[in-house]
């Protein structure tokens, strides 16, 4: 890849320090995230986002008590109207979305569907955070061999495109479940993880104050979980709440591939829509309602990400 | 030369520059700036970082964004009123009769434009020459600010050209088509003292030789002393001081004045004198509306300093024909500044 | 510069040998396999143990992944035992990649056209309201999984309207000589004009349900890279030369913003391919994509097996063209 | 012993386009219209021999004819090739004479000769030819080598043809009618190789003779198949012997997405397709499309292995699990419209069905009782189902499971779920007495109940898992006896017999659960065409009007 | 000459005339190298030449001195005080630090050594971790080395705020809280947090404004009284350089060329390249500026990659000469010239001779020479010589 050409710029860094230190007193000193925040907060991209991002999470928390029916079961009524024909319950009074092809009440699924959708999203971007903060810290932080040994892996990871991948490693286990599903979505996001990680870490391995804390005789551990790591979770935080919005769509569509979870008793919105995809001639809404809730969430975490990864950025600080 | 001159090339005439958009703090960066600079003078202006040297020239070639930013007072150049202009007049102004130089060579050239591209660009632009004709005289311009091989580095690209002569280009492209006026935004910060040396005498022989009126800005006081005919000492957007640069290094008369010039370590001096700071920092100023800025940070702040502003007067007391804003003045006799009280300020700031 | 594009190869041969590595191990490790492949619902354990034999199955793995990799570099990936029963995969995938680039071509086409201008004017009119609007509109279009647009727009424009074809990559009854099996490229060399109006016709829906996410990633790249280049300073100093606006437009801002887009659109590639398999199945498009989501259903690991590992490969290369073409842009790295 | 079904469904022989029928005045008058039909997968080869799955037969019922055809839109044998035939008394010698005047595609004369060909050519193949996986058909109704039903053939006359069969089977003659044992053209062969099929990497490379020269008699000539377009095109074979065929050009576009094909079909790019999803029958319909709903050919039963779960040799657990099943209301949710609950292992349609059977009725205190009696109160039990897949008698694997599941909760059994793609696993999980109970089913290629018997239960290793049970020698016996009977009356009795012991009290190795109906669908303004219960349609006799 | 000098690093105090008679030295550098490879590879990285950032440098370091170290942006003087206190892999050479060598010293024992030497640096706000505060910051040093047990780790602190000049409320602040002048102070306050004996300080003050940057060299200077240290104050601006340090050397292209007490050396600078230095220094003062005779030289600093042969100066010299200066390398000698102090050396085939006139500055030949050759990976690689030079 391209080098990063910085001829110069340690002059040019010297200088922005040098106004930097004006301009930042005690009174006016900020951080880097509460200046972020300041920006952010007239950000109506990130306004935007962050809504729907709350709404979500608080639907996710509250909506096993306000679910009007039990998402897991079969409503009896609505069951008995389930023939060939009408495999889709319609909507009707008590049940204002109507059922799904197993009887049960679609706004119910719908609600408490959030709660699923987060955990494997979540859970999958802590999973790949995980890995690839192992792989990161393993290469940023030890460097030398064992640097060019956990690239050299990340790199053909990298080099195969992600879902290929996903599909790969899902279709690896005999038995799908929601479980494979977060494990795959978290596999692919560990190399980005891990080169996010390490490419940050090997900055903070140059920087002055790390050097500092080397000089200081602090010991090597130390240098890379107090220093170096803290510092360096910046961009990968940033990362994670786009990878938040990736792993939501990823995991629909690996339910759409069949690959997703085949027990669907616990609603997920993207394996709703996996399972949908065969109404979906006849009876598109069973389908369009959790489309609808993936696209609004993952928009969500999407423009809060990109906006915070702007904010963040300090060539867009400006 | 007096500033009040009429035949004067450009004439700054009360700039103030404010930033801030709605709902935030505004800030005025550049408050009520007047000067002046004549054919073939050098004006310097220098300050510390952040007191506005910058905008003031950025705003004298309207250069500030678009948004976010205020701009009064008139800025006339040979007669005409810049801030009157259209856009387009005002751009078929810039690079042919007002030019500027900023202070980092790398990043001010274009990265993948080939050398030759962006100085004959100005030429194409302003000289109405075709392409053939433009080289040629590409050439002698790079020859003439002392780049070897001049040929061979038009098709070159900045990063191959050491910083010195990334400098020397822009220079070459501000010279393009001979301006009446040019600015020079710090051009020597980034350079080592040595080549330094060299683009200040570059610079100090294209003034003698073309009579172009050059505004030096800079922060570095042993620079404004080799080069400039006139210093204006800025402090917090406005003029503190101005005098000739004999004058000037000599009698000091603001504090602020003195101060830097105290706080400079210099190559002549007897070692082991201590050094004087200028206690604080910009952060400690306060606002001109009431007082003196400097006033938190001055040694030789009276009462008045913090309850009237002071205006820039002539200043009687020296034979020289010298601008100041102070009430308190440093003494004429004692050239050398106060040595710093022990605690002089009010903040956490500790010296 | 020949030195780096060797060491690139180089590296790129050493990344596929690793990924065959890995890709084969994965494959013999999923449950099933060729054998279960093969048979089916018909196979008995006998005929099972029979067909391990026969296929040589029963050697050791190493003794089998040698096998592989020496027909693999020979470009032998072994007989589809699944979705193209019978043939090479080599050749599956030969006759089917066309159409798959031809799509990526279009969909990466359909991105450029519409993020670039649209990034430099959201960029322009920072903060504004167009600009806001199109950063939401753009990042709708990552949200939207691949295949739920691609379903609403097969509905609308071809069940509802009728204006396109629904899917397939020709109509039935063109009667279109294939050359190269680029249909687009075959009917201009033929002079079949119905058959490049009716591949073109094809492309549309699935070029531009691919085309969602590049196009949003693109023109977030434009945007921000235009923001950043409108700062620099040599801008300011194409300004201080009162350059005329469209000099400073063209030469100055756009030339430098473009330089990380090229390095986004070699990226891209890699989530094109990953969205073609959604995609091209949706559409039923015969392209590698469809072949890979068949050959999943079907475990058909000689197809899994090229279509990956071409995959890859076209990946690396790209990027490598896309490192060159970098480098030509951008005289920085050229001297490296 | 094994299985075959696909997402297509079965198949059977070639089509009746015999004497009796092809002339019987529904011929349609010859159009140059095209007929595009989506198809849901390539055709694997052109050989029906090698071939083993519907898209293929599909594909190859129209090229190719057989000794014995299927009536149109039945099950029952008919003339095609052969005129007719006759069996000696010990059922080991067969007589066939020949329709005259047919020739191949090729332009050879079809005759006694080039029957015998075949048959030569289907018992003489290479080691690989002889792999279940490859001639799947021959090897599971006639078998390779020296215990081969197959015993010689002899052209006696140009148009009469005598094959021999080593040991007597009720299979015979109806075992030719099957797509397999398509009569292809002896030059063609020769020509391109066509026993030359290889084992190669971990695959089969078929000759050129099955990729590309496919010769028969049928009323369409093989075209092209175009891989990189993903159609195949047939063309109407002037020169066929019976009437021609209604469309000048057939032409199979392979749309793996069942969305997809529908809304080719209603974008009116496609004419037709299989399988339709029972739940978009009515909306096909309201929008002037012909859904065809054929009889049902096919079995969904819910196996209890014995040997995957030893808690089940016991019969009173076996009847438990049944009596719990409410197959009635599966039946009516979850089956398309014309789906009956099964008796027995093989549909009414199959000769040995026995109409006595009563169902096993839906009694959950029975079963609770019958399970307290054989103290397994607390049973548990994994329960398999396959995804990724559907099936004409599985539409949705998921929500059978799902009903099941609940039934069986409801009677204190605790299931444990095991689901599995369906060839990631399943298959051979459930082949291999992983499952002790799961759900599979059948779809029949012809008329005979031991294509459905046999392949449930034959051999010591079936998916039953009956080795372990008392009753399993006795079933074995019974199944070889029942086939090797030459009489047709007798062996159905026999067959009758058979199906209430399974049914019985205490043999019951599994539980049949459903008969579903596989429909077919063509637009608005596709003709002529005539469902098969074999899923073995003939698309000569369809016209496309504009 | 190099022949009649003694060779420093084995006679260190050969000749000693100056007022340490009874040289107390602290740090003895012996012939240090540091050289960066650089790397390229095909598959696996192969050095295929090396930045030569430090290139031989010897010197002492006495007790309760202040060394100054000047030179121009990359002739290696960071790199010299990192690899000065192990902080960089040297590749040739010793330090000898108050008796011990410290390349024999590896992991635990180099770090626990580390509580005599520390390091200020030029950049305050990015030697800081932004994410502790003062106090986790001045604490960790004091912990690595148990230097503090509960109670007493607070006085310390305090003591070691007021060292430094700052209030107590600091301790609970983050580095972006203060101004540059207070950063760099609690930069210092970590140095000395441990006790050092010797703070090494690279550029402490460049960042700063010349009023900030004056308190930040006042305090230095405190600090060396009251706390006995010795310091390597490494800077480009000659006059801070001078102002503060007892000896001065000058560094060119990765060694040292010319060192000597501070006051002789602007007194007598001998070397060419220290005498363009100082008449490039702009004094703030017309009088001087104007009087001034500038020696200008011709282009930048030559690639540290690609050194020239023999006087690495002899590119952009005036008064090179035919012969030698392009082939032999000149070490430090000592020189007898009038009023040269014994301990000033030099690193100049000719210095006698410009020294009493007999030579006189010439124009330099300007060397094309393709600026990417011998490129190192630094950044730094495209500088060439280049201009013509007016000798003023
Ligand atoms: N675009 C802007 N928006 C808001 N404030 C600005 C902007 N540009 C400059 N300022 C503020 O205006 C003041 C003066 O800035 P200016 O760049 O003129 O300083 P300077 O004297 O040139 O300093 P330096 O020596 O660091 O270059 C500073 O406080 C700066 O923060
Ligand atoms: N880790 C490194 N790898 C390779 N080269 C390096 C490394 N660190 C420094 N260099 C190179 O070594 C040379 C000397 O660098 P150093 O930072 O010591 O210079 P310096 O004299 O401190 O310069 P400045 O005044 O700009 O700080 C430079 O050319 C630099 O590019
Ligand atoms: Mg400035
Ligand atoms: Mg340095
Ligand atoms: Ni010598």
């Known amino acids: ?318 | 030369m007096s500033s009040a001159t009429t035949g004067a090339l450009l004439e700054v005439e009360d700039l103030r520059v404010t930033f801030g958009q709605k709902g935030k703090r505004q800030f005025t960066a550049v408050d009520g700036v007047s000067f002046t600079v004549n054919p073939g003078e050098t004006v310097g202006l220098v300050g510390e970082s952040g007191c506005g040297k910058s905008v003031t020239s950025l705003a004298i070639m309207r250069l500030l964004p678009n948004r976010g930013n205020t701009v009064t007072g008139s800025v006339r150049f040979a007669g005409q009123d810049l801030f009157s202009l259209s856009d387009g007049e005002m751009r078929d102004r810039r690079g042919r009769d007002l030019a500027m130089i900023f202070q980092d060579p790398l990043s001010s050239l274009n990265p993948v434009v080939p050398l030759g591209t962006q100085v004959t660009e100005v030429l194409q632009r302003h000289k109405g020459m075709k392409r053939g004709p433009a080289k040629t005289r590409a050439t002698e311009l790079l020859d003439k600010v002392g780049i070897p091989d001049p040929t061979r580095r038009l098709s070159e690209y900045p990063h191959q050209l050491s910083g010195g002569m990334r400098q020397r280009a822009l220079i070459a492209m501000a010279l393009a088509c001979e301006p009446r006026l040019l600015i020079a935004d710090e051009p020597t910060t980034a350079l080592d003292v040595t080549i330094q040396a060299q683009i200040l005498a570059l610079l100090r022989e294209l003034v003698v030789d073309s009579g172009t009126a050059l505004i030096m800005i800079t922060h570095d006081l042993g620079v404004v002393a080799g080069l400039c005919d006139e210093v204006n000492v800025l402090y917090g957007g406005r003029i503190v001081e101005r005098a000739q640069r004999h004058d000037l290094f000599k009698v000091p008369r603001h504090p602020y004045t003195g101060g830097l010039l105290a706080s400079i370590p210099r190559l002549d001096d007897p070692r082991g004198r201590r050094l004087s700071p200028v206690p604080g920092s910009v952060a400690d100023n306060i606002p001109w509306d009431s007082a003196c800025a400097f006033a938190p940070r001055c040694s030789s702040a009276i009462d008045t300093c913090r309850t009237v502003t002071p205006d820039l007067v002539a200043d009687d007391a020296v034979p020289d024909a010298r601008l100041l804003r102070c009430h308190n003045p440093l003494p004429v006799d004692g050239s050398q500044a106060p040595t710093a009280p022990a605690d002089p300020t009010t903040t956490t700031e500790a010296s | 510069m020949l030195k780096f594009i060797v060491r690139r190869l180089l590296q790129a041969v050493l990344a596929m040998f690793m990924m065959s590595l890995l890709l084969f191990a994965w494959l013999r490790s999923l449950p099933g396999g060729p054998v279960s492949a093969l048979l089916g619902e018909r196979g008995t354990p006998e005929s099972a143990a029979a067909l391990r034999e026969q296929l040589g199955l029963n050697d050791s793995i190493f003794v089998q992944y040698w096998r592989f990799l020496t027909r693999a570099v020979q470009g032998d990936f072994g007989i589809s035992n699944g979705v193209f029963r019978g043939q090479p995969a080599m050749e599956v995938f030969l006759q089917r990649f066309p159409a798959t680039i031809e799509l990526s071509i279009i969909a990466i086409a359909i991105a450029l056209v519409l993020a670039i201008p649209l990034g430099y004017l959201a960029a322009r009119r920072r903060g504004g309201i167009f600009d806001t609007g199109s950063v939401i509109f753009s990042l709708v279009g990552v949200a939207v999984p691949v295949f739920f647009l691609a379903y609403v727009l097969k509905y609308i424009f071809a069940v509802r309207w009728g204006l396109l074809p629904p899917s397939g990559r020709s109509g039935v009854g063109i009667n279109a000589t294939h050359i190269t099996n680029f249909y687009i490229l075959d009917g201009i060399m033929t002079r079949e004009w119905d058959a490049v109006w009716d591949a073109l016709k094809h492309l549309i829906l699935p070029a531009l349900a691919l085309s969602s996410i590049p196009f949003a990633i693109i023109f977030r790249i434009t945007r921000a890279s235009v923001i950043e280049v409108m700062d620099e300073d040599y801008v300011r100093t194409a300004r201080a030369k009162g350059l005329t606006s469209s000099t400073i437009r063209g030469r100055h801002i756009m030339r430098n913003a473009l330089i990380p887009v090229v390095t986004i659109i070699g990226l891209q590639i890699g989530a094109l391919l990953a969205g073609a398999v959604l995609t091209e199945k949706v559409f039923a498009f015969p392209g590698i994509g469809d072949a890979l989501a068949q050959g999943f259903t079907l475990r058909d690991y000689p197809i899994l097996q090229v279509v990956i590992m071409m995959a890859a490969l076209i990946y690396i290369i790209v990027n490598l063209l896309v490192d060159i073409a970098y480098a030509i842009i951008d005289p920085r790295v050229r001297t490296r | 012993q094994s299985q075959r079904d696909d997402d297509t469904g079965g198949d059977g022989g070639g089509d009746a386009g015999s004497e009796t029928d092809g002339g019987s005045g529904e011929a349609p008058e010859p159009t140059d219209g095209t007929f595009v039909f989506g198809a849901a997968g390539a055709p694997t080869t052109f050989d029906p021999f090698y071939a083993s799955d519907g898209e293929t037969f599909r594909v190859s019922r129209q090229i190719f004819q057989n000794l014995v055809g299927i009536e149109a839109g039945g099950t029952e044998g008919v003339p095609e090739l052969a005129t007719d035939w006759e069996g000696s008394e010990d059922g080991l010698t067969w007589t066939f004479n020949l329709q005259e005047g047919v020739t191949f595609h090729d332009g050879t004369d079809f005759n006694a000769e080039a029957v015998c060909a075949n048959f030569e050519r289907w018992a003489d193949q290479n080691e690989v030819g002889q792999n279940p996986a490859v001639a799947y058909y021959y090897g599971n109704d006639f078998g390779f080598g020296d215990d081969s039903l197959y015993g010689g053939c002899e052209a006696t006359e140009e148009l009469t043809a005598e094959i021999t069969i080593t040991r007597p089977t009720g299979k015979f003659p109806m075992v030719l009618s099957q797509s397999a044992y398509a009569i292809q053209s002896p030059t063609a062969m020769e020509e391109y190789n066509a026993n030359d099929v290889k084992a190669e990497g971990e695959a089969f490379v078929y000759p050129e003779y099955a990729e590309e020269h496919p010769t028969g008699t049928g009323p369409f000539k093989f075209e092209s198949y175009d891989n990189a377009g993903a159609t195949v095109t047939l063309v109407r074979n002037d020169d066929y012997w019976g009437d021609a065929a209604g469309v000048a050009n057939l032409v199979f576009k392979i749309i793996p997405d069942e969305n997809a094909r529908r809304q080719e079909l209603e974008a009116g790019t496609i004419n037709g397709y299989d399988l339709p999803n029972p739940v978009d029958w009515a909306s096909l319909e309201e929008g002037g499309n012909q859904v065809m709903i054929r009889d049902p050919f096919n079995i969904l039963y819910l196996a209890l292995n014995s040997v995957a779960d030893p808690q089940l040799e016991d019969p009173l657990i076996r009847q438990a699990l049944y009596h719990a099943i409410d197959r009635e209301t599966l039946v009516q949710n979850q089956l398309p419209e014309g789906a009956e609950v099964a008796t027995q292992f093989i549909p009414n349609t199959v000769s040995g069905y026995n109409s006595s059977i009563e169902p096993y009725a839906y009694d959950p205190d029975l079963a609770k009782d019958l399970l307290a009696e054989a103290g397994a109160s607390d049973l548990t039990i994994d329960l398999w189902y396959p995804t990724e897949v559907t099936r004409p008698y599985l539409p949705d694997p998921q929500r059978i499971y799902d009903a099941v599941k609940a039934d069986w909760e409801a009677v204190g059994v605790t299931v444990n779920p095991v689901s599995k793609p369906w060839s990631g696993g399943y298959i051979d999980g459930t082949q291999q007495s992983q499952a002790p109970a799961f759900f599979l089913g059948w779809t029949g290629d012809l008329n005979s109940a031991d294509n459905f018997l046999c392949a449930f239960f034959c051999g010591d290793d079936n998916q039953f898992g009956t080795e372990p049970l008392p009753f399993h020698q006795e079933l074995q016996d019974a199944l070889r006896a029942a086939d090797g009977e030459p009489d047709e009356e007798t062996r159905t009795a026999m067959y009758e017999e058979l199906n209430a012991n399974i049914m019985s009290e205490d043999w019951l190795p599994g539980l049949p659960i459903s008969h579903s109906p596989p429909a077919i669908v063509v637009g608005p303004n596709v003709e002529g065409l005539i469902a098969s219960p074999l899923t073995a349609e003939d698309f000569s006799t369809v016209t496309v009007t504009e | 000459m190099s022949e009649q000098t003694p060779d420093p690093a084995t006679e260190p105090d050969g000749g000693a005339t100056t007022a340490t008679a009874e040289r107390d030295v602290l740090v003895d550098v012996r012939g240090v190298k540091v050289h960066f490879p650089i790397k390229r590879g095909i598959i696996f990285d192969r050095t295929v030449g090396h930045v030569y950032a430090v290139d031989g440098m010897d010197l002492q370091i006495l007790r309760g001195e202040t060394y100054g170290l000047v030179g121009e942006s990359g002739c290696g003087k960071s790199t010299f005080g990192r690899a000065l206190l192990q902080l960089e892999e040297l590749t040739e050479g010793e330090v000898v630090f108050d008796g011990t060598d410290l390349a024999s010293l590896k992991g635990e024992a180099l770090r626990r050594r580390r509580h005599d030497m520390q390091m200020v640096f030029q950049d305050p706000l990015g030697s800081l971790d932004p994410r502790q505060t003062v106090e986790q910051l001045l604490l960790e040093g004091m912990k690595a080395h148990g230097l503090v047990k509960g109670q007493d780790a607070h006085e310390r602190l305090v003591g070691l705020l007021q060292a430094v000049g700052l209030p107590k409320t600091a301790l609970q602040k983050y580095p972006h809280e203060f101004s540059g002048g207070q950063r760099q102070r609690v930069g210092i306050a970590r140095a000395l947090s441990v006790d050092p004996k010797l703070i090494v300080a690279d550029e402490p003050v460049s960042a700063l404004d010349v009023s900030v940057q004056a308190q930040v060299v006042n305090l230095l200077e405190d600090l060396q009284e009251e706390f006995g240290l010795t310091y390597l104050v490494i800077a480009h601006d000659l006059a801070v350089v001078r102002h503060i340090s007892d000896r001065v050397g000058v560094m060119y292209l990765g060694s040292l060329v010319e060192e000597a007490d501070a006051d002789d050396l602007y007194a007598l600078p001998l070397h060419p390249y220290t005498r363009a230095l100082m008449s490039a220094v702009p004094v703030p003062d017309p009088v001087v500026e104007d009087s001034r005779e500038q020696i200008l030289l011709a282009g930048d600093l030559p690639s540290p990659a690609n050194p020239p042969s023999g006087c690495r100066f002899h590119t952009r010299c005036p008064w090179r000469q035919e012969t030698r200066c392009d082939t032999e390398r000149p070490e430090l000698r000592t020189l007898q010239v009038e009023g040269a102090t014994q301990s000033h050396r030099v690193a100049c085939h000719w210095a006698e001779q410009i020294a009493s006139g007999e030579l006189q500055p010439h124009a330099v030949e300007i060397q094309v020479t393709d600026p990417t050759e011998g490129a190192s990976d630094t950044g730094e690689e495209f500088f060439g010589p280049a201009s013509v030079s007016e000798v003023g």
């Open chain 1, 1 to 318: 890849m391209a080098t990063d050409t910085t001829f110069g710029q340690r002059k040019k860094d010297r200088i922005d320090s040098l106004a930097e230190a004006g301009t930042l007193s005690k009174d006016e000193g900020v951080s880097l995230l509460q200046s972020a925040w300041r920006r952010l907060r007239r950000d109506p991209v990130f306004l935007i986002g962050l809504t729907i991002v709350s709404v979500f999470v608080l639907v996710a928390i509250i909506a096993p008590f306000v679910a009007p029916f039990d998402p897991t079961k079969a409503v009896p009524e609505l069951r008995s109207q389930i023939s060939p024909a009408t495999p889709i319950p319609p909507a009707q009074e008590g049940h204002l979305l109507g059922g799904d092809n197993a009887g049960r009440d679609l706004f119910s699924r719908l609600l408490v569907g959030s709660r699923q959708t987060l955990i494997v999203g979540v859970l999958a971007t802590l999973g790949g955070l995980a890995g690839g903060m192992l792989l990161g810290t393993l290469a940023g932080g030890i460097g030398g061999w064992m640097d060019s040994a956990v690239m050299r892996v990340v790199d053909v990871m990298l080099s195969i495109p992600s879902l290929l991948m996903a599909f790969s490693i899902a279709a690896m286990f005999a038995r799908p479940s929601q479980w494979t599903v977060i494990l795959a979505i978290a596999i692919i996001q560990v190399p980005i993880f891990a080169r996010l990680l390490r490419g940050s870490m090997l900055s903070q391995r140059h920087s002055d104050h790390v050097l500092a804390a080397r000089a200081l005789g602090v010991k090597p551990a130390a240098i890379v979980f107090r220093h170096m790591l803290p510092n360096s979770l910046g961009p990968v935080i940033v990362q994670g709440t786009l990878v938040l919005a990736v792993a939501i769509i990823d995991a629909a569509a690996l339910s759409f591939l069949g690959l997703g979870n085949p027990d669907d008793s616990v609603p997920e919105w993207g394996q709703m829509l996996g399972a949908a995809q065969r109404f979906f001639n006849t009876f598109p809404h069973i389908a369009v309602y959790p489309a609808i809730c993936i696209i609004v969430v993952a928009l969500g975490f999407t423009l809060m990400g990109e906006s915070l990864r702007e904010a963040l950025d300090p060539k867009s600080r400006r």
